[in-house]
């Protein structure tokens, strides 16, 4: 297996399984233009056919037998989506992205545990991807938002993230890679998978970490972080003001029984030393100021 | 989605859980006979029925009519009871908590047993609940439910029927999609039977496409959230008086938060999602005139579409409405000056940022 530096980098080659949606073709030109190889695509029954010059497989096993493709982006409906990455995971491809919303959470129980035991890594589902620049993309972050630097981000969020990295380039500072985790309960690649990797990056110097109320994956970060990373760490969380009970949006952000609350996260990661922005546009500032 | 006690039970049943005979009925004079002391239980979405008058004994049929006249109607902190179960009362010997959910962080389900059912199982000490993560590759196996028989002190035959159980309430949440399953309580009988006092259910709403039989049910919402529940946008009724339109959930709660450290409040909120597109910003301009709200907060992080054509939509939603109210508008991406002048020129108030936008909004708010 190729060793990749933070998910994606210049090894990645791309197949994308649901390339002949509206989804897929756009996002296809879209992380080609970001200088992804994105070498085929994939969609049953429309094989030998070609998504502008993409060759179209019916099967993954085919496409990375004739590409020899090592990553997938997955941009087929719920419904199917089961079926598209474990097809992925049979192919044995290392890496996979899934982009598709909506899973069931069973569905991505399966997935999950399945590509554990293969020690096959997943991002998402409901996740915007990965973005090296200068490297690679893989998912359906912004073109113009980034900028080559030093600065490792990991996020639950999608928009806000773009948010979070504009504001990093804007401030001229740039990204190492960015990683949207993705929001739903039960996700591939953690936080703390991430940390893992950035902290072993040799280009990833400092980190932003950008999670929501929900679940106890900012808790578990932090206490990672306390133990484990040495590379200095900003973070924002959202949902402050989100009141108990109600379901914020993504399927994982709610406060429920007591837990899972903005303040337990922010106490927990400024115990572990790390710098916690108020406004999303404040990280540019504290990332400045370490 | 969330289904009402008599709904979850027959889903039990289905797969073979025992549950209390009963009937549901909308009407009390729906009540002919009963076959002997019965429980007569509101239905409604909300813990804590009992303690708000919502579940009564009564021995006799003109005692059962009396009670479900007084809980049809009525109002159970802010849910209101349109039907009640009446079943069958049962002779308690012991409540137990039995439940299956989902581990977020181990990324499995979750059995959970505890010898004291009947209360809310936050209060219960974690020392007295039994988890046992299952392993999806491992799934269900029957040392599993011995365990969490053996672990709430059921002897011989009733951990046997416990046990049992179990394997069925996991069958029920693989095979009916459920996110939780609860019996809370798990009642053991004065004759030895396990059987359950109440049922959660909710079914994952992601996974409705295979499960067509729940699409039928309909919720409780206001004509308002049944709109945007077709348009797949979020819709959240907070306190404040700031409607807030935003895309995406992290986006949208960092505005909100936003808007907090500024002084305002939000009230309701659409989220629509990670999308920009054109047409669900409209939607959401013209679900956002109905709600009324004393200021609008436009905040849009633009991926695909160019920031004037997002402003165009904006614009055609509050075209023929003639508003005093101030809408504060925030659009980033490609174009984003247009988008700006566009949105200045219809009297709208453009911000660049973030903050910015929620700093204005805030501030007409409190006007």
């Known amino acids: 297996m190729i060793h990749m530096a933070v998910v994606v980098d210049n090894n990645t080659k791309l197949i994308v399984q649901g390339i002949t949606g509206y989804q897929g073709t756009y996002h296809s030109m879209a992380m080609r233009d970001f200088g992804t190889k994105v070498v085929a695509g994939v969609r049953h029954g429309k094989g030998g056919e070609k998504v502008n010059d993409i060759p179209v497989f019916n099967f993954v096993s085919e496409a990375v037998g004739a590409t020899g493709a090592n990553t997938s982006c997955i941009f087929v409906p719920a419904p199917s989506c089961k079926d598209a990455a474990l097809e992925a995971i049979d192919a044995g491809v290392p890496t996979i992205v899934i982009v598709t919303e909506h899973l069931p959470v069973l569905d991505a129980i399966h997935i999950v545990s399945v590509a554990r035991s293969k020690g096959i890594t997943i991002i998402g589902p409901n996740c915007p991807g990965v973005a090296s620049p200068g490297k690679a993309k893989v998912g359906i972050l912004p073109n113009n938002i980034f900028k080559e630097g030093d600065i490792g981000v990991v996020s639950k969020s999608g928009t806000l993230t773009y948010e979070i990295v504009n504001a990093i380039t804007e401030h001229n500072l740039g990204q190492s890679t960015c990683v949207g985790i993705g929001g739903d309960r039960v996700s591939g690649a953690s936080f703390i998978d991430i940390l893992k990797k950035f902290e072993e990056d040799k280009q990833t110097k400092k980190i932003v970490l950008v999670g929501e109320i929900g679940g106890t994956a900012e808790e578990e970060a932090a206490d990672f972080i306390k133990a484990n990373v040495t590379k200095p760490v900003v973070a924002y969380i959202a949902g402050r003001t989100a009141p108990p009970g109600k379901r914020m949006g993504h399927a994982g952000a709610i406060i429920a029984r007591g837990r899972g609350t903005a303040e337990s996260k922010i106490k927990a990661l400024e115990v572990a030393g790390v710098k916690v922005a108020r406004f999303p546009t404040d990280v540019p500032g504290l990332l400045r100021n370490l | ?367």
Request: a neutral charge; aromatic letters at 4%.
């Open chain 2, 1 to 367: 989605m969330k289904l009402l006690e008599h709904k979850a039970k027959e889903v039990l049943k289905k797969y073979g859980i025992p549950v209390p005979e009963g009937f549901v009925i909308s009407s009390a004079d729906q009540i002919k006979t009963i076959s002997g002391p019965v429980m007569v239980k509101a239905q409604v979405l909300i813990g804590g029925r009992g303690k708000a008058g919502g579940i009564k004994p009564a021995d006799t049929a003109e005692d059962a009519r009396k009670a479900a006249k007084a809980i049809i109607g009525m109002n159970i902190r802010g849910f209101i009871s349109k039907e009640v179960l009446v079943e069958r009362r049962l002779e308690v010997a012991r409540e137990l908590y039995l439940g299956i959910t989902i581990d977020r962080s181990r990324r499995c389900l979750l059995l959970m047993a505890s010898p004291d059912g009947g209360m809310d199982i936050e209060s219960v000490p974690e020392n007295r609940i039994l988890m046992h993560p299952i392993d999806p590759l491992i799934g269900y196996q029957p040392f599993m439910g011995s365990k969490a028989a053996g672990f709430v002190g059921l002897p011989n035959d009733t951990a046997l029927q416990m046990s049992a159980i179990c394997g069925r309430l996991y069958e029920l949440v693989t095979k009916e999609d459920a996110e939780l399953a609860e019996i809370n309580p798990l009642v053991v009988t004065k004759d030895g039977k396990v059987i359950a006092g109440d049922a959660k259910v909710t079914i994952d709403s992601d996974a409705l496409f295979r499960h067509q039989e729940y699409n039928k049910l309909v919720e409780d919402l206001t004509p308002l959230e049944q709109k945007a529940k077709d348009l797949d946008i979020a819709f959240v009724q907070l306190d404040g008086n700031i409607g807030v339109i935003a895309n995406g959930a992290g986006l949208t709660m960092a505005t909100l938060d936003s808007i907090n450290m500024y002084g305002g409040k939000a009230g309701i909120f659409l989220d629509l999602g990670g999308t920009d597109d054109p047409e669900k910003v409209k939607s959401a301009m013209l679900l956002m005139r109905e709600a009324n709200p004393k200021v609008i907060l436009l905040n849009i992080f633009g991926g695909i579409t160019k920031c004037d054509t997002v402003a165009k939509g904006v614009l055609e939603a509050i075209e023929d409405w003639k508003t005093t109210v101030p809408i504060v508008a925030r659009i980033k991406g490609v174009n984003e000056e247009q988008a700006r002048e566009m949105l200045k020129s219809a009297g709208m108030i453009p911000a660049s940022g973030l903050s910015e936008a929620a700093e204005k909004a805030s501030k007409e708010s409190l006007r």
